[in-house]
């Protein structure tokens, strides 16, 4: 087997060791899944996989649902899931290693208060479909089937203009309705009409993605006019639009600030990306991917810690059990039509409360009248990472404390946040050379302090309570 079948394998038997709780009811549902994974090298090449982190999700949020308490998940998508499980744990890890513990995932980096990952130990992703956005633009051959034709509304077809009309019949007249051999040139950055390399094709894949206010729209023309590539895209939302990038974008982004984000990145003298991202068995392009994940390859000028890390990008030929294809294929087409699942299940490697499953951002089954209590709150939202962090404060105390925490007056997330001035300089040069019309997050939507904690600063070391990591 080769190594990406084998890292797919392995997260399929973690996904189906789960309880049956969050997961697509049989024959009905369907969800995507995502994970992450600790590779240990050992002395005589031998490696060692494990997985710390899954998700599985397909749902996001409208703006009006989004919480101020951060106590909501904005976006539900297995890759985000996996990500936020994956801090969650990385949380735990710090902690152990703050008390002495010799098998946590960090060792002491050489400057104080921050750590660094062990020697021969490295993180890979895998998503079982390609990530949604840029990198689903795949182009479809002949033999493959649309599996989401566009529909036109009265709007939309009025917006098809004649010159777009007419491209579709010189298209067909010329090449006999397949368009052979195309090259992506360095003008589908600024937003070009899709085009693949070396291979016939006759349409692309659909992302139901938007471009982001301020940049090109998709033409929506014929085939493989009906998508631009490179740009910067907004998931859908039911109903009112989200503010979710598209986990294309936070890939790539992801290729340098990493994937710890902020809060980590107080204690952390590096920060962490991703060795490979493995996608399962679906359509998929190397070409997309690449085209997608690597945008951020030019970067330049980043502070101390941060750097260009492109992935290596492997495809395994292993299909998720609940993919939409494999659910539709092992379907009895009498039933009723086969729908995305709308619960999201997070776990991780933690010690404690490992499992989390959520539907429309809180945990499921809560009942109205616990919304905006812990109780209703998913142990990867915003509010329970940072309650987490705050622990960790706790745990360092004075001796242990980064520098960048050290005799400020820090009270809100969003302070936090902010104080971890090397991560924002990285992401401001990234915004800045990449990705400048990337939304930001509205202020009051981060303004939020832990209330598990009463001290404006930090937590007292002596009232602090280790529940979670």
């Known amino acids: 087997m080769c190594e990406s079948d084998e890292i797919s394998q392995l997260v399929y038997d973690v996904y189906l060791s789960l309880p049956r709780k969050g997961k697509p009811e049989a024959g009905l549902q369907w969800t995507l899944l995502a994970a992450v994974l600790k590779i240990t090298e050992k002395t005589g090449h031998s490696v060692h996989r494990e997985v710390v982190a899954l998700g599985t999700g397909t749902k996001c949020i409208g703006r009006s649902a989004m919480s101020p308490r951060g106590d909501v998940l904005n976006d539900s998508h297995a890759e985000v899931i996996a990500r936020r499980s994956c801090v969650r744990y990385l949380m735990e890890q710090l902690c152990l290693a703050l008390r002495g513990d010799q098998n946590s995932v960090f060792c002491p980096a050489n400057q104080n208060g921050k750590w660094k990952l062990r020697p021969g130990i490295s993180f890979v992703f895998f998503t079982s479909h390609t990530p949604c956005g840029d990198a689903s633009i795949v182009p479809m051959t002949d033999s493959q089937v649309q599996p989401c034709p566009p529909i036109r509304s009265e709007e939309d077809s009025e917006a098809t203009n004649q010159d777009s009309e007419m491209e579709s019949v010189r298209w067909r007249e010329e090449s006999g309705g397949v368009r052979k051999k195309l090259k ?3 003008e589908t950055q600024s937003g070009n009409a899709a085009a693949v390399e070396d291979c016939d094709v006759s349409d692309v894949h659909r992302t139901g993605a938007k471009s982001v206010p301020g940049a090109p729209a998709d033409p929506k023309g014929p085939g493989l006019m009906y998508h631009s590539v490179g740009l910067l895209r907004v998931k859908p939302g039911r109903g009112e639009p989200t503010l979710s990038l598209s986990c294309s974008d936070k890939l790539a982004r992801w290729t340098v600030v990493g994937f710890q984000g902020a809060l980590l990145s107080h204690f952390l003298q590096e920060a962490l990306y991703f060795k490979a991202v493995v996608v399962g068995k679906c359509p998929y392009s190397q070409q997309a991917m690449e085209r997608a994940l690597n945008r951020c390859g030019q970067v330049c000028g980043l502070p101390e810690g941060f750097s260009v890390h492109l992935p290596e990008l492997m495809q395994s030929s292993l299909e998720f059990i609940h993919s939409r294809t494999h659910t539709q294929t092992h379907t009895d087409h009498t039933q009723a039509r086969v729908v995305p699942c709308g619960a999201a299940v997070s776990w991780c490697a933690v010690s404690k409360q490992p499992l989390d499953v959520t539907a429309n951002g809180y945990k499921q089954g809560v009942t109205k009248k616990a919304l905006g209590t812990p109780r209703a709150r998913s142990l990867i939202s915003k509010v329970e990472l940072f309650d987490s962090f705050l622990e960790l404060l706790a745990v360092a105390g004075d001796s ?23 991560y924002q300089q990285a992401w401001d040069v990234l915004r800045s050379q990449v990705f400048p019309l990337w939304p930001r997050s509205p202020r009051e939507l981060l303004l939020f302090c832990s209330d598990s904690h009463s001290a404006p600063n930090r937590p007292d070391p002596s009232s602090a309570t280790h529940s979670r990591p």
């Not at 242990?400 to 090397?422: I, M, N, T, V």
């Open 184 to 186: 992506v040139s360095e």
């Open 400 to 422: 242990q404390l980064p520098e960048s925490l050290r005799c400020k007056k820090l009270s809100s997330y969003w302070d936090y946040k902010q104080a971890a001035e090397g």
